[in-house]
Nanobody, 125 residues
Framework: QLQLVESGGGLVQPGGSLTLSCAAS????????TAWFRQAPGKGREVVSC??????VTNFVDSGRFTIARDAAKNTLFLRISGLTPEDTAMYYC????????????????????WGQGTQVTVSS
């Protein structure tokens, strides 16, 4: 349904902020529930934040530090991370929910059909 490409990761100082981008093609990102996941080495992939097709936001990790947004004109999903800590170090992925979700957010990888390749965020002093 969607092709997704993440960017914006890198090495960041603790306490800093970072904005990740997820460029979509093949369809408009606003038609789907879309989410950001992260996966640290040796750990499972966990959902960070999701925005439904109608724009409702659900934060799963550290609400207040993670802000998800989308831009229909740019066909891009964003994740703003503030107050970065070393525990935020992970590969961050964007994903679009499957048609079976009817535009609603899910809390598991199985709810999502289209995935980007990930962008690495490393938080270190």
């Amino acid at each position: 349904q969607l092709q997704l490409v993440e960017s914006g990761g890198g090495l960041v100082q603790p306490g800093g902020s970072l904005t990740l981008s997820c460029a979509a093609s093949g369809d408009n990102v606003t038609y789907y529930a879309t989410a950001w996941f992260r996966q640290a080495p040796g750990k499972g992939r966990e959902v960070v934040s999701c925005i439904s097709r109608n724009g409702a936001v659900t934060n799963f990790v550290d609400s207040g530090r993670f802000t998800i947004a989308r831009d229909a004109a740019k066909n891009t999903l964003f994740l703003r991370i503030s107050g970065l800590t070393p525990e935020d170090t992970a590969m961050y992925y964007c994903a679009a929910a499957s048609d079976l979700m009817f535009g609603y957010c899910g809390d598991s990888m199985i709810d999502y059909n289209d995935w980007g390749q990930g962008t690495q965020v490393t938080v270190s002093s």
